[in-house]
């Protein structure tokens, strides 16, 4: 019986699509087909965004809000098969069109690519979260329950029952763990050798939890993050990974990987946050050296030390911030955190705008194309002469008459595409300047409480006493 899961796709629909449509992984594409849409990535997504912006409130590919993830565009499901079930490619491939079909509805926008690259067979599915007739599709704990019991309804139909150690809880990692236990490695670092290649590529920690899921990895968000790598048979919760792989351990190393590298700390005693930081980091820099704080290392590949702190890197890294940006007190940075939210949004709503104006233009230039496809054709169709007056009827609405006019509304096309992706580029640089004044703001707000120091001993005194019983019980 396959296990099934989701991941809600808040933007980069295209770039999913064409993952899962690699021709290495589907059989040069033999695996693949889709509902209501082409089997293609680009037409695929223009199609989805069609339907999603006819009744959703928003832009397909409006750029995200400055806190959260925005609203839903695609839902991606992946439908694992368990190796021992020995189900042949075309077989799996055939039971997730059926279960899509049964899921969903006739009018669900759906790609599906069955993968065959793995020892494990599994299919990816993604469908619009609009149906061609508006119904609305939601990824939930409840609504993942009835999926996932669709799934094994249609698997029972094919005559495929439930494996002892795939439904439920439970997982095959028979194999799994023998090549683990073969090659001499564990399933942690695993983990941890994933999350350390993803950090230099990611921007955001919910876009390397996405990127994991991508994967094969599953994650679960709640009090702690918690991973389980495909085959392994239970979630680890990534704190247990080491101490820079907790959550405000991996967001330091996201937000701060590339700030201030290399750059002299210029004293500014006129500065409050620069006063308040200085003396704050000598302490940290002493208890780092005497290793008397739990040792969080910012770079994995290098030994611990004062230098390769990540406490000490963290606020360093927002001095710098602070130095180059020269803020100079806590009610300045506040105030720059309210005006870079009003600045986002009103160029968010700008580059909808932008879209909007963009989408109407490649409206108009499907109707060109249109025209002068059927313009050569000889004998048309009643439904092809209707479709050739509606483009001609267009074209000399919006003033297109000649070439030169084609050309020039092409050019102004490409050229407002080129506009849209350096704005969107310009919110994400917009957006990471949020996050880290957001983060310096916290800080500060932590080392003025004046217990910092004392809250760093006695982190480090529970995690002494951790590694004490854990000593005890092997005992």
């Not at 439904?167 to 050798?193: A, L, M, V």
Request: charged letters at 30%; a neutral charge.
């Amino acid at each position: 019986m396959p296990y099934v899961k989701h991941i809600c796709l808040h933007s980069n629909v295209q770039k999913s699509l064409e993952y899962i449509l690699n021709p290495d992984k589907t059989e040069e594409l033999l695996y693949t087909t889709s509902l209501n849409c082409t089997t293609n990535a680009a037409d695929a997504y223009l199609q989805m965004k069609a339907v999603y912006e006819q009744f959703a409130d928003d832009k397909f590919n409006s750029p995200p809000p400055i806190t959260g993830n925005g609203t839903v565009k695609a839902i991606h499901y992946i439908q694992s098969f368990d190796p021992k079930s020995n189900i042949t490619p075309e077989l799996a491939h055939k039971i997730t069109k059926a279960f899509v079909r049964k899921t969903f509805g006739d009018d669900v926008q759906a790609v599906i690519a069955t993968h065959v690259d793995r020892r494990h067979i599994h299919s990816h599915i993604i469908i619009n979260s609009y149906s061609l007739s508006g119904q609305k599709y939601y990824a939930n704990k409840d609504s993942l329950k009835h999926v996932r019991e669709y799934s094994d309804g249609v698997c029972r139909a094919f005559g495929i029952e439930p494996s002892p150690n795939f439904k439920g809880t439970g997982r095959n990692i028979e194999y799994n763990e023998w090549e683990h236990k073969k090659n001499g490695n564990s399933w942690k670092q695993q983990i941890r050798d994933e999350i350390n290649k993803l950090i230099p590529e990611v921007n955001s920690l919910d876009e390397l939890l996405l990127v994991l899921e991508e994967r094969g990895y599953e994650v679960k968000r709640g009090k702690y993050i918690s991973i389980r790598a495909p085959g392994q048979e239970r979630f680890v919760r990534t704190k247990t990974l080491g101490e820079e792989y907790t959550e405000d351990s991996l967001n330091i190393r996201i937000i701060y990987r590339e700030v201030g590298a290399g750059t002299a700390l210029t004293e500014d005693k006129n500065s409050q946050l620069w006063a308040a930081y200085s003396s704050i980091i000598g302490d940290v820099h002493i208890l780092a050296e005497q290793q008397r704080k739990v040792p969080r290392k910012q770079n994995i590949s290098l030994p611990y030390s004062a230098d390769n702190d990540l406490d000490v890197y963290r606020l360093s890294a927002q001095l710098n911030v602070i130095n180059k940006h020269h803020i100079v007190s806590i009610s300045e940075l506040e105030s720059r955190i309210k005006h870079i939210k009003k600045e986002y949004e009103k160029q968010r709503i700008e580059v909808n705008r932008l879209i909007d104006e963009h989408t109407q233009m490649s409206s108009l230039l499907e109707q060109i194309r249109t025209f002068h496809e059927l313009s050569k054709k000889g004998e048309l169709s009643a439904s092809e002469e209707l479709k050739l007056t509606i483009a001609k009827q267009t074209m000399q609405q919006n003033g297109i008459l000649t070439i030169a006019d084609e050309i020039r509304l092409r050019d102004r096309s490409e050229n407002m595409d080129k506009r849209i992706a350096a704005l969107k580029e310009k919110l994400e640089n917009c957006k990471m300047t949020y996050d880290v004044y957001v983060d310096i703001a916290s800080t500060y707000r932590e080392i003025s409480a004046e217990d910092y120091i004392a809250k760093l001993e006695e982190e480090e005194r529970q995690r002494r006493e951790r590694e004490a019983k854990k000593h005890r019980k092997k005992l």
